[in-house]
């Protein structure tokens, strides 16, 4: 297969997945497998960010264009926020690609993509169609070259993919590969990670998704004596993770963290249980021993099905007992 754009030059990629954490994490073996059949292809990408320190942990993205919509709407009357809005636009458009790919579906999405230069013959390529319960948009296709069609079940980790080799020529046949590098032993810690933990990503933003308090302490006594660690992203979160530990005697609730941080926290732990959430997919990512709960969301979505270290359990209105979660988690720690 040809490795380089015409006139023999590197092919000039960019990837468009701003948001959520999950979702960005989820794109990211479309890089390996953009970079396994085109080596010497330079890939940007444009993410919220919040996420950018995740997107900057693979080394094969060249450079990673910062969006901010979250905190752009929020003053949009400003001049500040005009400025910097027409910055990215500025940033966006000083290379010219050979591929841009919208993986989100979305018209804010598309809108990047359709601001993004393309060199003569190039191509802006996206989604079809949604997946099952996705929010797509089918007007972001109003924006595209090329739209590639999927399966309504196509778990998030193949899509970007299969839109990655259908346009760029090549079969999805390899496992899913996220280019997050390992952590060494000699990495120093902060003062409040101990050497060897549990934690427990109780908090999402949908209160359908989250596990029972008394699950989690009752799986928090059968863990003991294991420190377990007790992170939170909002003051409900926090006062949640606090209910939790006033029942556990060996639980400490996390200071606030930041996104690098709480990604941290997930690479380094000894076991990870949480809900479907991107801080337990960002861990099943870097193959810690993970037990991801589904309770109000359908499994064959996000489940990390590339690692017999991650054991996932319950799915869409079924969530898993305690005896399960805890029969997993003694599973995983041998």
């Known amino acids: 297969m040809a490795t380089q754009a015409r006139g023999g030059k590197p092919l000039n990629i960019l990837l468009v997945r701003v948001s959520s954490l999950g979702d960005v994490l989820h794109n990211m073996p479309m890089v390996a497998d953009i970079a396994r059949h085109f080596p010497d292809a330079n890939i940007d990408w444009v993410v919220e960010e919040g996420f950018v320190s995740l997107v900057r942990m693979n080394a094969r993205v060249r450079n990673v264009i910062p969006f901010a919509l979250r905190r752009w709407r929020k003053s949009l009357g400003k001049v500040e926020t005009r400025a910097e809005i027409k910055s990215f636009f500025r940033t966006l458009r000083q290379q010219e690609y050979d591929y841009v790919f919208d993986t989100q579906g979305l018209l804010k999405t598309g809108i990047i993509m359709g601001a993004a230069r393309v060199v003569k013959g190039g191509r802006k390529v996206g989604l079809a169609n949604g997946s099952e319960g996705s929010g797509y948009e089918g007007i972001s296709r109003i924006f595209h070259h090329l739209s590639i069609p999927t399966e309504p ?182």
Not at 226 to 240: D, H, Q, R
Not at 244 to 250: F, H, K, Y
Not at 273 to 281: A, I, Q
Request: proline share 9%; aromatic share 8%.
């Open 153 to 334: 079940r196509t778990h998030a980790v193949a899509r970007g993919r299969i839109v990655a080799g259908a346009a760029l020529g090549y079969a999805v046949d390899t496992p899913a590969d996220f280019g997050l590098p390992s952590v060494p032993d000699d990495t120093p810690r902060p003062e409040w990670m101990p050497e060897s933990y549990v934690v427990f990503f109780h908090g999402t933003a949908r209160d359908a998704k989250k596990w029972a308090p008394e699950n989690w302490i009752a799986l928090g006594r059968e863990l003991a004596p294991m420190t377990i660690l007790l992170p939170w992203g909002s003051p409900k979160e926090k006062a949640e993770a606090e209910q939790l530990a006033a029942g556990l005697p060996n639980a400490r609730v996390l200071p606030k963290l930041s996104m690098a941080d709480a990604i941290m926290v997930a690479r380094r732990a000894t076991l990870v249980v949480g809900v479907d959430t991107g801080l337990v997919h960002i861990a099943a990512a870097f193959v810690r021993p993970t037990v991801e709960i589904y309770a109000d969301s359908p499994r064959w979505k996000t489940e990390g099905n590339w690692s017999p270290r991650i054991i996932n359990l319950g799915d869409q209105g079924t969530p898993p007992s305690v005896a399960e979660v805890l029969a997993a988690c003694r599973s995983l720690l041998g």
